[in-house]
């Protein structure tokens, strides 16, 4: 049966080069929009990035160029990264398409329409890296806590969506829904801010345009440009068709937020009311991550330790930092990356485990079975521990991801190579192949770890693309992805073809040196 799987990145704001932090969340919705097309679902992936406000406005004066050419560069950096890193999303969206802003003015028209927009003065304390006023618990030391800059004093006139006499409601559909907003520390985070009424307004959702011309106009007000975020968050609506697209409804249905905690408010408290106030149903859930520290520090443009993708994958291979992002980090809690741990991990699990198997597999198959995959004879009590599992691994990997568990499917998978390891070293077919009456048994064995080989190849498909394709080619199955079904294909024992020519190949992930100031 097919399932819909409509899933999101955040849309990345446009004053920054993509970073370790951009790309754990990309990675994480390419791997599992990966997986749900191999499981044969209707998938669509989002990402894009977006392009209004005060900061945009801001960079662009600085760099003497307008806004719509600063947006333009920095989105194109963006996308160029991501498509260098292969990833596989349906749609690169901009807030600043023409289609989007015009959908954005629709659903202003249509919240104004009833009611639910109003206009007021108002002054306040504003911070423009937040660029929205501030409330009480966004201020320490009279810093804004988030950009460690003092707000300025503004008054201004605004309009403003009422947020706060949809809270109980909000609370009461979060209540009943546990997992709405997920880890449950997130769910409680914004139970948290509901309950602290007083310390969220209603929304302020205008700028004038004496003050900032760079967004999308009010339609009911053309003095007055639309705030970032309500222009913002309405892209998950635009890139699936909203309002009539032949896709929207089926994919709305079905959409999953992921998202680091640093933008839990505006997706846990703003985005549900928003979609309320247009009569839309809210999403299925919101799934947030942590952060990435580097080298035990917060990432910061002024430290310099952003890390680059393109940079990483220059040096160790897009794969090499795709597993360590998903094996390290646990969806949901803080985690640390070093150069340093990324050689380590790559060098012990790709490197020295998988790269061997694959090498050692492929290296006897040449030897001792002409490079053609052998025909296997009777299984023994070890090769049916083998098939028990492949068909084991394959469904904690479907579990695991499906739960957003991306380490626990990594460790299976890497579970399941040792238990090959361990079973070659005790067939040891480099021993037996040495007396011609172990030639049934030799064939069994060397059939047996190319198929496990193949079973490993589908099960990281997702995960690890290019490497898999790479097993893959080598086993003669240069295809198999296209028909493949997860997470059954891979553990259904027996797929692949006697007479399969085979390759060699050079090492998947030659070994790196450990630099020699690192701890
Ligand atoms: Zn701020």
């Known amino acids: 049966m097919s399932d819909t799987f409509y899933a999101t990145t955040p849309i990345y704001y446009v004053n920054a080069e993509p970073h370790i932090g951009h790309t754990y969340t990309t990675v994480i919705l390419d791997t599992l929009a990966r997986y749900h097309r191999l499981a044969g679902d209707d998938t669509f992936f989002l990402t894009g990035t977006d392009e209004h406000g005060d900061k945009i406005a801001e960079i662009a004066a600085q760099r003497g160029a307008s806004p719509q050419e600063t947006a333009d560069e920095y989105s ?15 749609r690169f969206i901009r807030t600043t398409d023409p289609g989007h802003q015009r959908v954005v003015q629709e659903i202003l028209q249509k919240v104004y329409d009833a009611g639910e927009i109003y206009f007021q003065e108002y002054e306040g304390l504003y911070c423009v890296g937040c660029e929205r006023f501030l ?5 320490e030391g009279g810093l804004c806590r988030d950009h460690e800059r003092a707000p300025e004093k ?11 006499s949809h809270f109980s409601w909000l609370a009461g559909y979060i209540e009943e829904h546990p997992d709405f907003i997920r880890p449950e520390r997130y769910r ?11 310390g969220l307004g209603d929304l302020c959702i205008s700028r004038p345009k004496e003050r900032l011309e760079w967004g999308i106009e009010l339609p009911f007000d053309p003095d007055y440009v639309c705030y970032v975020w309500f222009d913002a968050l309405i892209n998950y609506l635009t890139g699936v068709g909203y309002p009539d697209g032949p896709d929207f409804e089926r994919y709305w249905g079905a959409v999953e937020h992921f998202v680091a905690k640093d933008i839990l ?13 247009m009569g839309l149903p809210v999403y299925q859930h919101l799934n947030v991550h942590g952060y990435w520290s580097v080298d035990g520090r917060k990432i910061s443009k002024s430290l310099g330790n952003m890390v680059s993708p393109i940079a990483m994958k220059e040096r160790y291979g897009f794969d090499a930092f795709r597993y360590f992002l ?38 006897m198959t040449a030897l001792f079975a002409g490079g053609e995959v052998p025909k296997a004879g009777e299984p023994g009590d070890l090769e049916r521990e083998i098939q028990a599992a492949a068909s084991g691994a394959a469904a904690r990997v479907d579990a695991s991801i499906r739960s957003y568990e991306f380490h626990r499917a990594l460790e299976a998978i890497f579970e399941f190579l040792d238990c090959v390891n361990r079973y070659l070293e005790t067939r040891a077919p480099w021993k037996a192949a040495k007396d011609p009456a172990n030639a049934d048994q030799v064939a069994t064995t060397l059939y047996t770890s190319c198929e496990a080989l193949r079973v490993i190849a589908l099960l990281l498909a997702a995960f690890l693309p290019e490497t898999a394709a790479e097993i893959l080619a080598r086993l003669g199955i240069p295809d198999a992805l296209q028909t493949a079904r997860l997470p059954d294909d891979a553990g259904r024992w027996g797929v692949l073809e006697p007479g399969t020519a085979t390759s060699k190949g050079a090492a998947l992930f030659p070994r790196v040196e450990v630099p020699e100031k690192a701890d």
């Not at 498509?83 to 999303?89: D, I, V």
């Not at 503004?154 to 706060?164: G, M, V």
């Open 154 to 164: 503004r008054r201004e006139s605004n309009y403003f969506l009422r947020i706060t």
């Open 326 to 363: 998903l094996r390290e980090m646990v969806f949901g809690l803080d985690a640390t990356f070093s150069e340093t741990a990324l050689i380590r991990r790559t060098n012990a699990d790709l490197a020295n485990n998988l790269g061997n198997l694959v090498s050692r597999t492929l290296n």
């Open 76 to 90: 194109a950096a963006f996308r160029s990264t991501w498509e260098a890193l292969g990833f596989s999303f349906d």
């Open 265 to 277: 408010k505006p997706h846990a408290i703003f985005w549900p009311i928003m979609l309320k106030t």
């Open 188 to 198: 409680n985070e914004a139970l948290a801010m509901l309950r602290e009424e007083s």
């Open 135 to 139: 409330t009480d618990r966004d201020i």
